[in-house]
């Protein structure tokens, strides 16, 4: 799809937004490392290449623009999914904290029958819609987790362990849903009963913050009957 066909107000809204954070920067179409399938709207990697001011700074420690980053394990889930499109094709699945959209557009390019975006930030709807109309796919954004109705048969998140606050969600996953996977960069061995361990994929972030080689290293998580 041409960017000229892009929705205008919904871009100069995230525009909006970020400038309200670092005034010079722009969004930019970003080809993804290793996922060729998508592109997404993130931060032009030009604006980063820089040193921030001292009050730039504290506004991204306080509004982290993470909408316009296509985090580490999410492009790694992304790819996996597109790898294994039989994990997602012909069912109905969510996204948890779906940020810039990745993994559910990823769902949806694999053949989901629904894929639902669902993050509390608007910024981060408004991107999701931005990302699947640059892609040619069908989202249902959502801000309220337990808002969604119905059955799902998979429910899937990328680097959400690193908040505390949402490790109860772990509970509630696994009886929400056929099955979960989980991918994140920072926790190397989750200790939980009902996920574990089956893969290591390799991720990076995009644009590229530079983050050390051990946070490439992505663990995929999968829910598993407990006793």
Same mark, same amino acid.
């Given at each position: 799809?041409?960017?000229?066909?892009?929705?205008?107000?919904?871009?100069? &809204?995230?525009?909006?937004?970020?400038?309200?954070?670092?005034?010079?920067?722009?969004?930019?179409?970003?080809?993804?490392? @290793?996922?060729?399938?998508?592109?997404?709207?993130?931060? @032009?990697?030009?604006? *980063?290449?820089? #040193?921030?001011a001292g009050e730039e700074t504290r506004r991204l420690l306080?509004?982290?623009?993470?909408?316009?980053?296509?985090?580490?394990?999410?492009?790694?889930?992304?790819?996996?999914?597109?790898?294994?499109?039989?994990?997602?094709?012909?069912?109905? =699945?969510? /996204?948890?904290?779906?940020?810039?959209?990745?993994?559910? %557009? #990823?769902?949806?390019?694999?053949?989901? !029958? !629904?894929?639902? &975006?669902?993050?509390?930030?608007?910024? &981060?709807?408004?991107?999701?819609?931005?990302?699947?109309? *640059?892609?040619?796919?069908?989202?249902?954004?959502?801000?309220? +987790?337990?808002? =969604?109705?119905?059955?799902? @048969?998979?429910?899937?998140?990328?680097?959400?362990? +690193? /908040?505390? /606050?949402?490790?109860?969600?772990?509970?509630?996953? =696994?009886?929400?849903?056929?099955? =979960?996977?989980?991918?994140?960069?920072?926790?190397?061995? %989750?200790?939980?009963? !009902?996920?574990?361990?089956?893969?290591? *994929?390799?991720?990076?972030?995009?644009? /590229? *913050?530079?983050?050390? &080689?051990?946070?490439?290293?992505?663990?995929?998580?999968? #829910?598993?009957?407990? #006793?």
């Amino acid at each position: 799809m041409s960017p000229a066909k892009i929705s205008k107000p919904v871009l100069e &809204a995230l525009s909006a937004s970020l400038h309200r954070v670092l005034p010079d920067a722009r969004l930019s179409i970003s080809d993804l490392p @290793d996922l060729p399938e998508l592109r997404l709207w993130l931060l @032009d990697p030009q604006n *980063l290449d820089r #040193a921030f001011a001292g009050e730039e700074t504290r506004r991204l420690l306080q509004e982290p623009p993470y909408w316009g980053f296509c985090w580490g394990s999410g492009l790694a889930l992304a790819r996996w999914i597109l790898d294994h499109p039989e994990t997602v094709r012909g069912k109905r =699945v969510l /996204d948890f904290g779906s940020g810039s959209g990745v993994v559910a %557009l #990823a769902c949806s390019l694999a053949g989901a !029958s !629904s894929s639902i &975006a669902c993050d509390l930030d608007p910024q &981060a709807q408004l991107a999701c819609k931005l990302n699947a109309e *640059l892609n040619n796919q069908q989202l249902i954004c959502a801000a309220d +987790y337990f808002a =969604v109705s119905g059955p799902l @048969d998979l429910i899937l998140a990328a680097d959400v362990l +690193y /908040d505390a /606050d949402n490790r109860h969600f772990l509970d509630h996953f =696994v009886t929400r849903a056929d099955s =979960v996977l989980l991918a994140d960069s920072r926790v190397r061995d %989750l200790q939980h009963a !009902s996920y574990k361990r089956e893969n290591m *994929l390799a991720g990076r972030t995009w644009p /590229d *913050l530079g983050e050390p &080689a051990e946070f490439r290293q992505i663990s995929l998580y999968r #829910a598993v009957q407990t #006793a």
